[in-house]
């Protein structure tokens, strides 16, 4: 029979230990996501449904966005035993320089329309996690004030070739004079990807007030009141912000876009140049051949070419004819620690994160962006961890096994 006794209050009080209760609604917020996807939720119940869905949604069907996540799924991990892994080293070097943790933050465009802290909370997140923070050409803040958010971190500029290649050449110049380390020429948007939700949204860049987005606005009193309250959305290449996003993209992008343009752009920018949005192993040979400085295995997060190649699964074919020389990034579908550990082990030198870092932002401005990478790097170190291994050089292909 099980022996019972009253319990002193002393002896309660020692095996219960209360929470401190968290004053702040913001950081209580945060404090309780536990993924990207919980950062996710609560971005989506503080954001109107427009500028939202211009985040999470992608092209046509989403079939690429869907496909990018799911084959990260799609892969089993083959950990090692007895390894005596007490502490883990996630740093590495990627395009000449340092990084505290395997992934940067991705370009992303209309960034203050999300969140009014835009890109500003991204670089200034960035440089106190030790990443490279990336600017999109249709960036809403100055490649001037990126630098400014963030001057100890490093910086890294997303190139449109536009019709105008003047603006571009501009922006090249600027970028290098602010001292940007590394040039994302950017090849997979000839011309805009055909976003759905952003149609059926009517969404457009200022945003047009309709009795839609009047209700869609009641509950989100706070996004509306930082929207109209703060300095209004600015360009660094557009003139006129009148318009979808479809036709902003449409009137800036150039489809004769060619490896003359690269050419240009090589002999103006005396950084790293790094083509972002190689899609075949044929390109990556070419562009290797060219003597590009790096290559970014994406499909622009699913938003261009419906059913385009998935890069994580293009990786290991290219690792495997290229890997030797040149550095090789992934973006598209990363969405958790793990995923960025598996594409490490199958080769990849760095990966990117977009979605991830916009529901941090959406989330909780610059406090959830820091909480977004707060939560990747804690997956990244938990996961070396269980697979046993001390640092990203230890990560191979065999500790990553495809399901399908």
Known sequence: MVQRQVPKSSEIFELLKFKQ???????????????????????????????????????????SMHRARQAFEDIEFRPGILRGTDQVDTSCQIFGGPSALPFGIAPTGFTRLMQTEGEVAGAAAAAAAGIPFSLSTLGTTSIEDVQLAGPTGRHWFQLYVMRDREISYDLTRRAAAAGFDTLLFTVDAPVAGARLRDKRNGFSIPPQISARTVLNAIPRPWWWWDFLTTPPLEFGSLKSTGG?????????????????????????????????????????????????????????????????????????????????????????????????????????????????????????????????????????????????????????????????
């Open 244 to 404: 979808t996003v479809g036709e902003l993209l449409d009137a800036a992008m150039d489809p004769t876009i060619s490896f003359e343009d690269l050419k240009v752009v090589r002999e103006m920018f005396p950084g790293k140049l790094v083509v972002k949005g190689v899609q075949t192993l044929s390109d990556a040979k070419t562009l290797v051949d060219l003597g590009v400085d790096g290559l970014v295995l994406s499909n622009h997060g699913g938003r261009q070419l419906d059913r385009a190649p998935v890069p994580f699964r293009l990786l290991p074919e290219v690792v495997r004819e290229v890997g030797a020389d040149t550095e090789i990034v992934v973006d598209t579908g990363i969405s958790s620690g793990a995923d960025i550990v598996a594409a490490i082990a199958l080769g990849a030198n760095f990966t990117l994160v977009g979605r991830a870092y916009l529901y941090g932002l959406m989330a909780g401005g610059r406090e959830g962006v820091d909480r977004a990478i707060e939560i990747l790097a804690e997956q990244i170190v938990r996961t070396m961890k269980l697979l046993g291994v001390a640092s990203l050089d230890e990560l191979t292909p065999d500790h990553v096994i495809p399901l399908s």
């Open 21 to 63: 209760p968290t004053v702040h609604r913001k950081r209580r917020r945060l404090q309780d996501a536990q993924t990207i996807e919980d950062l996710r939720r609560i971005a989506k119940r503080r954001t109107p449904k427009a500028a939202f869905d211009y985040t999470d949604g992608a092209a046509e069907a989403e079939v």
